[in-house]
């Protein structure tokens, strides 16, 4: 008996042994891989550092920090001065081998009142595509980091990156996916309306996760909007109307506004970008509001995005950092998402906390921002050491399926309806409208080499946006109110639609004969 031990014993000291070995083996080529690509970048830096203009261009940041500020970043981003403990643990295995299955929050609903479960999804049936167009031509094979390579010592700000980097949706259409899943806040209002707070504050936090969940596996760029380039998601089967416009060319700045049962949702978004060779940051800018019929609000900001091995490696997203929900009465919630590393086995981790006004813990969030996100009461660093979150763990939220025919672009279900043209449609819309504009449709069907004619053709066009800005040209549906740094919608959009009048709305997409004045209004 006692040699079967031994046995088991010193198997065991092998197994750590040669666990401890590949840790350190991947460290090295971690070391090894960082180094090469420092010397590319200095490589790139000694040319004049266009190169890296140009990738922090192509990813949508605005050039305005510089990369030298990095010593009071750790990765470029700043550190939390919280005291709060990390209590990240390891939710995908815990929610594989606990016993207890998670719950999904039940309450029964009083009199006259409807079941919490068909809120958000009592609205009409609406057949929309599930799948995109098939290619009708054969997609060449670019890397990014050889159309940089090429280009060394060159002006990249004259050199037309080719479509096959972009996924056939403008950055206003990526906008609406963050609502995806408005059903959560369809809920939130209700509960407001039933008394309950502290689920309506849970909604939220789940809502504010939710949106990221469309970004796993996403590498390729949306396009970037024409100045006054306009969409808008008319959506009776989730009971929303959503409207966007590129409000700023530089810095590039997109506005978004939409209206559900009960709520609105608006905000803008810029971007600060920070190249650190194998990577690019983007920190975002803006806030984000929403408001309930009864008069409560919430505002919170996004949390930082960084594509990896832009130069060595397959790419991919993560998001980390802070985020805090702050409302106009008694709670707000604090959310860490728990930054990727090259041996982590659990990546895309979320965790939070409910807090009342004196500090207190009441609740606890935890997930994961593609997957799901559960709550708990009470602190969950407080609970005995093995103690098993699922036990007690109910659903907020779980992200949709991925589609059953998958694109190269990573796209969601979701994100494919958002640039479909339903019949009838055209007709309704203004001539701003991003489903018009013909690089972007030249892509979803796979006309590449009409794509990349059409975006080189528009990209020239929008190198006048600049000057016209700086003459005084004004969004038109939203604006800045008096104080404030934030762009709101003014309204009128869709009176404009059912009147079918868009004045003030140039066709931004066509042939531009008169040169700067066609984009005016």
């Not at 890397?143 to 037309?160: E, Q, Y």
Request: negative net charge; contains cysteine; glycine residues 8%.
């Amino acid at each position: 008996m006692l040699g079967e031990f031994a046995d088991v014993k010193e198997q065991l000291r092998v197994i750590q042994q040669r666990r401890l070995t590949l840790l350190e083996r991947l460290r090295m080529l971690e070391a090894e891989k960082v180094e090469l690509e420092t010397t590319v970048v200095d490589e790139m830096r000694s040319h004049g550092g266009a190169e890296i203009r140009e990738l922090k261009k192509y990813y949508g940041g605005s050039d305005s920090e510089s990369d030298e500020d990095n010593d009071d970043h750790k990765g470029g981003v700043e550190v939390d001065s919280d005291d709060e403990e990390d209590v990240f643990f390891e939710a995908k295995e815990t929610l594989r081998s606990s016993a207890n299955p998670p719950k999904h929050h039940l309450e029964s609903p009083s009199d006259g009142e409807v079941s919490m479960d068909i809120v958000g999804f009592d609205y009409p049936k609406v057949p929309r595509r599930k799948s995109l167009p098939n290619p009708k031509e054969k997609e060449k094979n670019v890397s990014l980091w050889s159309m940089i390579k090429d280009n060394i010592g060159k002006d990249l700000t004259k050199v037309c990156l080719p479509v096959y980097f972009n996924e056939p949706i403008s950055s206003l259409q990526r906008a609406f996916e963050d609502v995806e899943y408005s059903y959560l806040l369809d809920r939130a209002a209700e509960y407001g309306r039933r008394g309950n707070s502290l689920m309506r504050l849970l909604s939220i936090g789940a809502f504010a996760v939710s949106g990221y969940s469309s970004t796993e596996g996403r590498t390729c760029k949306p396009f970037n909007p024409l100045l006054g380039e306009t969409y808008e998601a008319d959506y009776p089967d989730k009971g929303l109307r959503f409207c966007s416009e590129k409000v700023s060319h530089h810095p590039m700045i997109v506005a978004c506004h939409c209206e559900g049962r009960g709520w609105k949702f608006w905000g803008d978004s810029n971007l600060k970008s920070k190249f650190w060779g194998r990577s690019i940051q983007l920190d975002p800018v803006g806030i984000l509001t929403l408001k309930f019929d009864d008069g409560e609000v919430f505002q919170w900001t996004k949390v930082t995005t960084s594509i990896y091995n832009l130069i060595l490696g397959k790419l991919y997203v993560d998001h980390y950092g802070t985020m805090r929900i702050q409302g106009n009465r008694h709670l707000s919630i604090k959310l860490k998402f728990k930054e990727q590393s090259i041996i982590d086995r659990n990546p895309h981790q979320v965790q939070g906390f409910v807090h009342d006004k004196s500090g207190i813990k009441i609740a606890t969030l935890f997930g994961k921002w593609d997957e799901s996100m559960y709550y708990i009461m009470g602190d969950i660093s407080e609970k005995p050491k093995h103690y098993d979150p699922m036990s007690e763990a109910v659903l907020l939220w779980r992200a949709a399926p991925p589609p059953e025919k998958l694109t190269r672009y990573g796209l969601t279900t979701f994100s494919m309806t958002s640039n479909e043209m339903t019949p009838g449609l055209r007709e309704k819309l203004p001539p701003t409208d991003s489903r018009l504009r013909p690089d972007q449709r030249h892509l979803e069907n796979g006309e590449y080499d009409a794509a990349n004619s059409e975006k080189l053709r528009l990209e020239q066009k929008q190198r006048r946006a600049r000057a016209l800005q700086e003459k005084g040209w004004q969004p038109r549906w939203f604006r800045k109110g008096k104080g404030k740094d934030t762009y709101e919608y003014i309204g009128g959009y869709w009176e404009a639609r059912d009147k079918g009048r868009w004045d003030g709305c140039p066709e931004i997409f066509g042939p531009d004969p008169a040169g700067e004045n066609c984009v005016m209004d």
